[in-house]
């Protein structure tokens, strides 16, 4: 009962959001994802916008202690896309009228990186007539290096905080100047100022993280004023040292997957008018996992559309979903999974969350 209650709330406290985090029984956490897909279905329809994601490269010079392709992990093969094979995935998704594209790679910030992304984001825009949208998801850089991806035509940004819970952050990361919680602060406020759409996110079943943690993520993404969100569960790599120390003292797949269903039902329900991903680590531990997020709200997948051969070689955690697929067959079976929610592919859209638009609109 006092959970319909609080769900008929125009606006959720802290203690509410606490709450409906904290609900253990099946029944009333179906109602929360019976209302966030109301919710979606009202602000943004029963559409799913598709970006379709080149991993380009898992050179990475930051050793987050979560990521399989941290730089001291010593038994990843490296790559690092050709400009070519790039642009060839990008036709690939233009002419499959996905609408939109997220470049993404391990982080690096020398000059050579940032003009070659550059360049790569200006041939993008050509070959697409400046039709296809173009998200970057490349870390943290100097404000004049988002200000060169910008002026070159990338328009959205996906830097995630990973935890707004400062102390956690400091656990998960190396203690030096490479990993420091203000600077990923910093890094999102100067997107925003670039004039970006910012999106961020956590990962959610981190060891130590808390009901509270994640209340305060959501009260993050709004004090942020986000416009979009992808976040997803926690999970183990094995040569990380997390996964070393947490093997086995993680929280249940199951339990990882219900709370990281929670966290985009309640993201929908606070927020509102954003863009949420479901999120490929979510089907990394429920096979049904993204489907199960676009029926708590999501409206947003990230298609890989990574060559084959690189594929398997960007594996930020254990077990990464689809390594064998090709481009053409992720879209088949990604179909399937949309229509089976009930929801409708909004093909050849750039898709940006109403809540940019009122926010431009109001400028
Ligand atoms: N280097 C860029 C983009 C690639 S990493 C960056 O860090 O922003 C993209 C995201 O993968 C990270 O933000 C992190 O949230 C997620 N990730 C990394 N390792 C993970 C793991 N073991 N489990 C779940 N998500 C992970
Ligand atoms: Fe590099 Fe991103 Fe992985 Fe951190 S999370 S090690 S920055 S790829």
């Known amino acids: 009962m006092k959970t319909a209650e609080i769900l008929n709330k125009e606006k959720l406290t802290r203690e509410d959001l606490l709450y409906l985090m904290n609900i ?17 279905e009202r602000e943004i329809g029963k559409k799913v916008f598709y970006r379709g994601l080149i991993e380009f490269s898992n050179n990475c010079i930051k050793d987050c202690s979560y990521c399989g392709i941290r730089k001291s992990s010593k038994n990843v093969e490296r790559f690092f896309m050709s400009k ?10 233009y002419e499959n009228n996905y609408g939109s ?14 003009a070659f992304v550059e360049d790569v984001v200006k041939e993008i825009k050509n070959l697409s007539q400046g039709k296809l949208g173009i998200t970057l998801s490349l870390g943290e850089q100097s404000k004049e290096t988002y200000k060169r991806w910008f002026d070159a035509g990338a328009h959205r940004y996906l830097l995630r905080v990973e935890t707004s819970n400062e102390e956690l952050y400091k656990k998960i990361h190396p203690q030096d100047k490479k990993h420091d919680f203000d600077v990923r602060i910093r890094c999102l406020e100067d997107l925003r100022n670039t004039g970006y759409q910012v999106g961020t996110g956590v990962m959610i079943g981190l060891p130590g993280q808390t009901s ?20 997803g569960p926690y999970i183990i790599s094995d040569e990380t040292p997390m996964g070393e120390e947490y093997r086995d003292k993680i929280m249940s797949k199951e339990k990882r997957v219900t ?19 479901a999120t490929t680590a979510l089907q990394g531990l429920d096979p049904l996992g993204r489907e199960k997020g676009l029926k708590a709200g999501a409206n947003v997948l990230m298609p890989v559309t990574t060559k084959g051969e690189h594929r398997a070689k960007y594996q930020l955690y254990n077990d990464k979903p689809c390594i064998d697929d090709t481009a053409e067959q992720c879209k088949g079976c990604l179909a399937g999974r949309v229509k089976s929610v009930g929801d409708e592919i909004a093909y050849g859209e750039w898709g940006d969350s109403p809540h940019y638009i009122k926010r431009k609109s109001r400028s």
């Open 212 to 231: 509270e943690d994640l209340v305060e993520d959501i009260l993050f993404y709004e004090k942020m004023d986000v416009d979009m969100i992808g976040m």
């Open 24 to 40: 253990e029984n099946p029944e009333d956490i179906n109602l929360i994802y019976e209302k966030a897909y109301e919710i979606k």
């Open 84 to 93: 070519e094979d790039i642009l060839e995935s990008a036709k690939w998704i």
């Open 259 to 277: 709370l990281g269903l929670k966290m985009i039902a309640l993201s929908r329900i606070y927020l509102k008018d954003i863009n949420i991903a």
């Open 101 to 114: 594209l997220v470049l993404q790679s391990g982080e690096r910030q020398d000059e050579e990186f940032t």
